[in-house]
């Protein structure tokens, strides 16, 4: 590659292909790729999301969303970076030099300075949550959903914990992933999985547990509406991190010996399991933070205000609550961290890549605009009155960071997919790509199926979606 100076996914890259001897260079990029995955949206955002749109209903919709389009878009990005080995904007002038496809590489590098600007408020929240935890602010008798809303509420506590974040983020992408996030993730992706299944554990048998249980797991298919649709599409790209070129750029580190068909499907499978138990965690125990689930509408800050009860009734208290919360906030802040750094890495890139900035200068410039473009957010929920109420939707308020997640985290995200649909698939062409994938996979059985999907499925059914936005924009509320 003629690049000046090597980009932190390159380093990561290197770090795989030392460590190939031992993991294949395969698992080590099945690693990275489910670090930029696995994070706040599995934890966070999916069960707000289904607590919101029916439960079981969501999550069936969902799961057809992650396999029908998020399993194909995956692929499409995952190809068109292996084939080009450049940043999004570069990827897409490469294999189509003409019109205005590159804006779409454009729209990925704003999407990701925005999503990342409230990501790092929310993975704020989560360090606050450790310290609270720690000196034990989460006693049995304590209401947590209040005590999210006066900390929500403290703007210093917001800014801080924004600041620490996104601070992080800028020092791990400039100099620590050499000796980090692949490492980590290794670790970090097991040790967040047994947490999460002895709390789950916990939670499913908790008093009034199977209110929660049977919202999430029996589907009630009336529930279904093109609100839920909206909102599993949305959901699925942003939790398989799609739609802004962060799978294009990881793609471009990849060997042309990996077979990309079984890395997506390692990648999509590890990531919603990891957001299917997250449900399992935080609905049955809904009825318990006093919660009606499907009638009382949740905001971000909902699994702030159930979690603490769940790790009040761990065993041996309060040792255990103390324990099982530190460990838990720990770890999704630092799953949080290795998702960030994708979305501040595909920005960076852009500039280093495309505009010949120099990384150290990129990184901070990125981190600090993007910090900025996030004080709103953490003004939202509660310190900033206006900022909590910008627009009302059929008489919800929406808040500023809603609004930003809903126009990015959402909108934006489905609209990138489907330009990536139609890039790959038919401006670059399905032939084309269909060879890329053979590198790796000769025989690639599903690949008149995988064209079938990224030609024609996935476009129709995201243009589909869109037009249902214009004509009717409260179905994204
Ligand atoms: N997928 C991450 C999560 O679930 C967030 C994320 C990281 C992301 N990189 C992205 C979302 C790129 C969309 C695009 O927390």
């Not at 009734?313 to 906030?329: E, K, L, S």
Request: proline share 4%; net charge positive.
């Amino acid at each position: 590659m003629d690049k000046p100076e090597p980009s932190s996914s390159q380093i990561i890259d290197s770090a795989a292909a030392k460590k190939r001897g031992i993991w294949g260079s395969k698992l080590g990029f099945i690693f990275a790729a489910a670090g930029s995955a696995i994070g706040l949206g599995n934890i966070w955002r999916f069960p707000t999301e289904a607590a919101n749109n029916g439960g079981a209903a969501f999550l069936l919709i969902y799961i057809a969303c992650v396999l029908f389009i998020g399993m194909p878009v995956m692929l499409a990005e995952l190809t068109l970076g292996r084939h080009t080995r450049k940043d999004p904007v570069g990827a897409i002038r490469s294999v189509v030099p003409r019109g205005l496809w590159w804006l779409a590489g454009a729209l990925g590098v704003i999407t990701g300075l925005a999503i990342l600007s409230y990501y790092s408020v929310v993975a704020g929240w989560t360090l606050g949550y450790v310290v609270k935890t720690v000196s034990h602010t989460f006693t049995p008798q304590v209401d947590p959903a209040k005590l999210f809303g006066a900390f929500a509420g403290s703007w210093w506590q917001e800014i801080l914990y924004h600041a620490i974040f996104m601070a992080l983020c800028v020092l791990v992408v400039i100099g620590g992933v050499k000796a980090g996030i692949e490492r980590w993730s290794k670790i970090l992706m097991p040790t967040l999985l047994v947490v999460l299944l002895l709390l789950v554990v916990r939670s499913v048998t908790l008093p009034g547990a199977s209110s929660g249980l049977s919202f999430y797991l029996s589907p009630d298919f009336s529930k279904i509406n093109m609100k839920v649709v909206v909102a599993a599409l949305g959901q699925a790209f942003f939790s398989l991190s799609l739609g802004m070129g962060a799978m294009i750029t990881y793609g471009s580190y990849l060997s042309k010996k990996d077979n990309l068909v079984t890395s997506a499907a390692w990648v999509s499978g590890a990531d919603s399991a990891i957001a299917i138990l997250a449900g399992l965690m935080v609905l049955p125990a809904l009825a318990l933070a006093g919660i009606q689930p499907g009638v009382d509408q949740g905001g971000a800050g909902l699994i702030f205000a159930v979690l603490p009860r769940v790790f009040s009734q761990m065993p041996w208290q309060p040792y255990g609550g103390i324990i099982f919360g530190a460990a838990f906030f720990i770890l999704l802040a630092l799953a949080a961290l290795t998702s960030a750094v994708s979305l501040l890495e595909v920005v960076t890139a852009y500039l280093v890549d495309e505009k010949g900035w120099k990384r150290r200068r990129a990184t901070t410039l990125v981190g600090a605009v993007s910090f900025a473009i996030g004080i709103p957010s953490a003004l939202s929920l509660g310190a900033v009155g206006w900022l909590s109420s910008m627009v009302s939707l059929q008489g919800k308020e929406i808040g500023f960071l809603d609004l930003m997640d809903k126009l990015f985290g959402k909108l934006s995200l489905t609209f990138g997919s489907l330009l990536i649909c139609l890039i790959v698939a038919w401006a670059w062409g399905s032939d084309k790509a269909r060879k890329e994938v053979q590198n790796g996979n000769p025989r690639f059985v599903l690949g008149g199926l995988w064209v079938f999907l990224l030609k024609y499925v996935c476009p129709v059914a995201i243009m589909t979606i869109l037009v249902y936005l214009v004509v009717d924009p409260s179905v994204i509320r």
